[in-house]
Antibody, heavy 118, light 111 residues
Protein backbone atom coordinates (compact mmCIF):
# COMPACT_ATOMS: atom_id res chain seq x y z
CA UNK A 1 0.00 0.00 0.00
CA UNK A 2 1.07 3.54 -0.67
CA UNK A 3 2.78 5.38 2.18
CA UNK A 4 3.95 8.98 2.39
CA UNK A 5 6.65 10.47 4.59
CA UNK A 6 7.50 14.14 5.06
CA UNK A 7 11.03 15.32 5.70
CA UNK A 8 12.80 18.63 6.11
CA UNK A 9 14.07 21.15 8.65
CA UNK A 10 11.99 21.57 11.77
CA UNK A 11 13.16 25.13 12.32
CA UNK A 12 13.19 27.94 9.76
CA UNK A 13 14.15 31.56 10.32
CA UNK A 14 11.71 34.36 9.52
CA UNK A 15 11.88 35.64 5.92
CA UNK A 16 13.57 32.44 4.76
CA UNK A 17 12.13 29.66 2.62
CA UNK A 18 10.53 26.58 4.13
CA UNK A 19 11.40 23.45 2.14
CA UNK A 20 9.81 20.05 2.69
CA UNK A 21 9.90 16.80 0.75
CA UNK A 22 7.37 14.01 0.66
CA UNK A 23 8.67 10.56 -0.24
CA UNK A 24 6.15 8.14 -1.68
CA UNK A 25 6.61 4.40 -1.23
CA UNK A 26 4.52 1.45 -2.34
CA UNK A 27 3.42 3.12 -5.54
CA UNK A 28 4.61 5.36 -8.35
CA UNK A 29 4.07 9.09 -8.15
CA UNK A 30 3.83 9.03 -11.94
CA UNK A 31 0.77 6.78 -11.97
CA UNK A 32 -2.23 8.54 -13.36
CA UNK A 33 -5.16 10.19 -11.69
CA UNK A 34 -3.72 11.42 -8.45
CA UNK A 35 -3.28 14.86 -6.92
CA UNK A 36 -0.24 15.02 -4.63
CA UNK A 37 -1.14 17.52 -1.95
CA UNK A 38 0.28 19.55 0.89
CA UNK A 39 -1.91 20.44 3.88
CA UNK A 40 -0.99 22.22 7.08
CA UNK A 41 -2.40 22.53 10.56
CA UNK A 42 -1.55 25.45 12.81
CA UNK A 43 -1.09 24.51 16.48
CA UNK A 44 -4.47 23.75 18.00
CA UNK A 45 -6.27 24.72 14.81
CA UNK A 46 -7.97 23.14 11.83
CA UNK A 47 -6.67 21.91 8.50
CA UNK A 48 -5.64 24.18 5.63
CA UNK A 49 -5.07 22.95 2.08
CA UNK A 50 -1.89 24.44 0.62
CA UNK A 51 -1.85 23.08 -2.89
CA UNK A 52 -1.20 20.10 -5.10
CA UNK A 53 0.69 18.85 -8.09
CA UNK A 54 -1.15 16.62 -10.50
CA UNK A 55 0.55 13.55 -11.88
CA UNK A 56 0.86 15.43 -15.18
CA UNK A 57 2.87 18.15 -13.46
CA UNK A 58 0.24 20.86 -13.32
CA UNK A 59 -0.15 22.65 -10.03
CA UNK A 60 -2.84 24.51 -8.15
CA UNK A 61 -2.34 26.54 -5.01
CA UNK A 62 -4.49 27.98 -2.26
CA UNK A 63 -5.10 31.58 -3.40
CA UNK A 64 -4.18 32.86 0.05
CA UNK A 65 -0.68 31.35 -0.27
CA UNK A 66 -0.23 31.33 -4.02
CA UNK A 67 2.35 34.12 -4.17
CA UNK A 68 4.69 32.23 -1.81
CA UNK A 69 4.13 28.55 -2.70
CA UNK A 70 5.85 26.26 -5.16
CA UNK A 71 5.17 22.53 -5.41
CA UNK A 72 7.34 20.39 -7.61
CA UNK A 73 7.85 16.71 -8.34
CA UNK A 74 10.91 14.51 -8.83
CA UNK A 75 9.64 11.32 -10.44
CA UNK A 76 13.11 9.74 -10.43
CA UNK A 77 13.08 9.83 -6.63
CA UNK A 78 9.31 9.30 -6.27
CA UNK A 79 9.11 12.53 -4.30
CA UNK A 80 7.27 15.80 -4.40
CA UNK A 81 8.27 18.96 -2.60
CA UNK A 82 6.92 22.12 -1.05
CA UNK A 83 8.62 25.49 -0.92
CA UNK A 84 7.05 28.35 1.01
CA UNK A 85 8.94 31.61 0.80
CA UNK A 86 9.15 34.64 3.10
CA UNK A 87 7.90 32.71 6.11
CA UNK A 88 6.71 34.34 9.31
CA UNK A 89 5.64 32.97 12.67
CA UNK A 90 2.18 32.53 11.18
CA UNK A 91 3.59 29.72 9.04
CA UNK A 92 4.46 27.65 12.11
CA UNK A 93 2.41 24.49 11.67
CA UNK A 94 2.41 20.77 11.18
CA UNK A 95 2.77 20.11 7.47
CA UNK A 96 1.24 17.00 5.92
CA UNK A 97 1.55 15.51 2.48
CA UNK A 98 -1.25 13.37 1.08
CA UNK A 99 -2.46 11.69 -2.07
CA UNK A 100 -5.91 12.36 -3.39
CA UNK A 101 -8.45 11.80 -6.04
CA UNK A 102 -11.58 13.95 -6.19
CA UNK A 103 -13.33 11.54 -3.83
CA UNK A 104 -10.69 10.56 -1.32
CA UNK A 105 -7.85 12.41 0.39
CA UNK A 106 -5.82 9.45 1.53
CA UNK A 107 -3.27 8.34 2.58
CA UNK A 108 -1.55 11.04 4.57
CA UNK A 109 1.97 11.26 5.86
CA UNK A 110 2.55 11.39 9.59
CA UNK A 111 3.21 15.14 9.45
CA UNK A 112 6.19 17.25 10.36
CA UNK A 113 6.24 20.27 12.65
CA UNK A 114 7.91 23.34 11.23
CA UNK A 115 8.59 26.19 13.59
CA UNK A 116 9.44 29.65 12.27
CA UNK A 117 11.66 31.42 14.75
CA UNK A 118 14.94 33.29 14.87
CA UNK B 1 -12.59 30.64 8.96
CA UNK B 2 -13.17 27.22 7.41
CA UNK B 3 -15.16 26.72 4.22
CA UNK B 4 -17.20 23.86 5.73
CA UNK B 5 -19.06 24.48 8.99
CA UNK B 6 -18.92 22.06 11.90
CA UNK B 7 -19.96 22.51 15.52
CA UNK B 8 -16.86 23.14 17.64
CA UNK B 9 -17.79 20.55 20.20
CA UNK B 10 -19.93 17.49 20.83
CA UNK B 11 -20.25 15.09 23.70
CA UNK B 12 -21.85 11.85 24.76
CA UNK B 13 -21.67 9.09 27.32
CA UNK B 14 -20.34 5.60 26.66
CA UNK B 15 -22.77 3.55 24.60
CA UNK B 16 -24.62 6.58 23.26
CA UNK B 17 -25.02 7.59 19.62
CA UNK B 18 -23.55 10.94 18.62
CA UNK B 19 -23.81 12.81 15.34
CA UNK B 20 -21.57 15.55 13.99
CA UNK B 21 -22.79 17.81 11.21
CA UNK B 22 -20.92 19.44 8.35
CA UNK B 23 -22.47 22.17 6.25
CA UNK B 24 -21.17 23.38 2.91
CA UNK B 25 -22.42 24.74 -0.39
CA UNK B 26 -23.40 23.68 -3.87
CA UNK B 27 -19.80 23.96 -5.07
CA UNK B 28 -18.38 21.53 -2.55
CA UNK B 29 -20.62 19.12 -0.62
CA UNK B 30 -23.53 19.76 -2.96
CA UNK B 31 -21.63 18.46 -5.98
CA UNK B 32 -18.98 16.17 -4.52
CA UNK B 33 -18.56 13.48 -1.91
CA UNK B 34 -17.49 13.94 1.69
CA UNK B 35 -14.62 12.47 3.70
CA UNK B 36 -14.53 12.29 7.48
CA UNK B 37 -11.34 12.11 9.55
CA UNK B 38 -10.56 11.31 13.16
CA UNK B 39 -7.53 12.99 14.69
CA UNK B 40 -6.07 11.90 18.00
CA UNK B 41 -3.63 14.27 19.75
CA UNK B 42 -0.25 14.38 18.09
CA UNK B 43 -1.25 12.18 15.16
CA UNK B 44 -2.22 12.65 11.54
CA UNK B 45 -5.88 12.63 10.57
CA UNK B 46 -7.19 9.10 10.02
CA UNK B 47 -9.70 8.50 7.25
CA UNK B 48 -12.98 7.23 8.71
CA UNK B 49 -15.43 7.75 5.86
CA UNK B 50 -15.02 8.49 2.15
CA UNK B 51 -17.51 8.93 -0.65
CA UNK B 52 -20.10 10.06 1.92
CA UNK B 53 -20.69 6.68 3.53
CA UNK B 54 -17.87 4.26 2.68
CA UNK B 55 -15.60 2.92 5.40
CA UNK B 56 -11.99 1.97 4.67
CA UNK B 57 -11.07 -1.50 5.82
CA UNK B 58 -10.37 -1.59 9.53
CA UNK B 59 -12.80 1.19 10.48
CA UNK B 60 -15.51 -0.18 12.81
CA UNK B 61 -19.08 -0.13 11.56
CA UNK B 62 -19.94 2.02 14.58
CA UNK B 63 -18.90 4.89 12.33
CA UNK B 64 -21.28 5.85 9.54
CA UNK B 65 -21.69 8.79 7.21
CA UNK B 66 -24.52 10.35 5.26
CA UNK B 67 -25.10 13.30 2.97
CA UNK B 68 -28.12 15.29 1.98
CA UNK B 69 -27.90 18.27 -0.33
CA UNK B 70 -25.16 20.56 0.91
CA UNK B 71 -24.81 18.96 4.34
CA UNK B 72 -23.27 15.79 5.68
CA UNK B 73 -23.22 13.97 8.98
CA UNK B 74 -20.99 11.55 10.81
CA UNK B 75 -22.67 9.22 13.28
CA UNK B 76 -20.86 7.28 15.97
CA UNK B 77 -22.89 4.62 17.73
CA UNK B 78 -21.92 2.66 20.81
CA UNK B 79 -19.66 5.52 21.89
CA UNK B 80 -16.39 4.43 23.47
CA UNK B 81 -13.82 6.37 25.48
CA UNK B 82 -11.25 5.93 22.71
CA UNK B 83 -13.55 7.84 20.34
CA UNK B 84 -12.62 11.05 22.15
CA UNK B 85 -10.84 12.98 19.42
CA UNK B 86 -11.18 15.78 16.89
CA UNK B 87 -13.28 15.03 13.82
CA UNK B 88 -12.99 16.83 10.49
CA UNK B 89 -15.09 16.78 7.34
CA UNK B 90 -13.59 17.46 3.93
CA UNK B 91 -14.92 17.78 0.42
CA UNK B 92 -13.62 18.50 -3.04
CA UNK B 93 -14.60 22.00 -4.14
CA UNK B 94 -15.35 22.65 -7.78
CA UNK B 95 -13.55 25.50 -9.43
CA UNK B 96 -11.42 25.90 -12.54
CA UNK B 97 -9.05 23.35 -11.03
CA UNK B 98 -10.74 21.95 -7.94
CA UNK B 99 -9.27 21.63 -4.49
CA UNK B 100 -10.00 20.25 -1.04
CA UNK B 101 -11.85 22.23 1.64
CA UNK B 102 -12.20 21.34 5.31
CA UNK B 103 -14.46 21.89 8.24
CA UNK B 104 -13.07 23.58 11.33
CA UNK B 105 -13.20 20.38 13.32
CA UNK B 106 -15.39 19.08 16.14
CA UNK B 107 -13.92 18.10 19.50
CA UNK B 108 -15.77 15.03 20.73
CA UNK B 109 -15.75 14.47 24.47
CA UNK B 110 -16.81 11.16 25.97
CA UNK B 111 -18.26 11.98 29.38
Amino acid sequence: QVQLQESGPGLVKPSQTLSLTCTVSGGSISSGGYYWSWIRQHPGKGLEWIGYIYYSGSTYYNPSLKSRVTISVDTSKNQFSLKLSSVTAADTAVYYCARSTVTRLYPWGQGTLVTVSS
Amino acid sequence: QSVLTQPPSASGTPGQRVTISCSGSSSNIGSNTVNWYQQLPGTAPKLLIYSNNQRPSGVPDRFSGSKSGTSASLAISGLQSEDEADYYCAAWADSLNGFWVFGGGTKLTVL
